[in-house]
Nanobody, 123 residues
Framework: QVQLVESGGGSVQAGGSLRLSCAASGRTFSTYAMGWFRQAPGKERGFVAAISKNGGSTYYADSVKGRFTISRDNAKNTVYLQMNSLKPEDTAVYYC????????????????WGQGTQVTVSS
């Protein structure tokens, strides 16, 4: 069992930056690939970024490539999402998720989810 708690959301103007954190409980964090997903109002939840268990591989949605960076610190049981050059269309609830397999862009492949943190980007 893994419990995930996101933090770092908030309101920012377009062009600004935010860093999201996701703290995981338990001693097995390094055995999970991690992902970030987001859900905008009226839309389905979609993939943002993922990182492999050792942090050696990362994957991004085309819409955030070059602006967002996913990273992890296995010693701190935490995964991060650094978001730069934010746009109003990045406004959403952001969720982190854990996948005991190899990391995926597919929501249904993930086993555990956090409660989400709101990110609002104003123009």
């Amino acid at each position: 069992q893994v419990q995930l708690v996101e933090s770092g959301g908030g309101s920012v103007q377009a062009g600004g930056s935010l860093r999201l954190s996701c703290a995981a409980s338990g001693r097995t964090f390094s055995t999970y690939a991690m992902g970030w997903f987001r859900q905008a109002p009226g839309k389905e939840r979609g993939f943002v970024a993922a990182i492999s268990k050792n942090g050696g591989s990362t994957y991004y949605a085309d819409s955030v490539k070059g602006r967002f960076t996913i990273s992890r610190d296995n010693a701190k049981n935490t995964v991060y999402l650094q978001m730069n050059s934010l746009k109003p269309e990045d406004t959403a609830v952001y969720y982190c998720a854990a996948d005991w397999r190899s990391g995926s862009t597919v929501e249904t492949d993930y086993d555990y989810w956090g409660q989400g943190t709101q990110v609002t980007v104003s123009s």
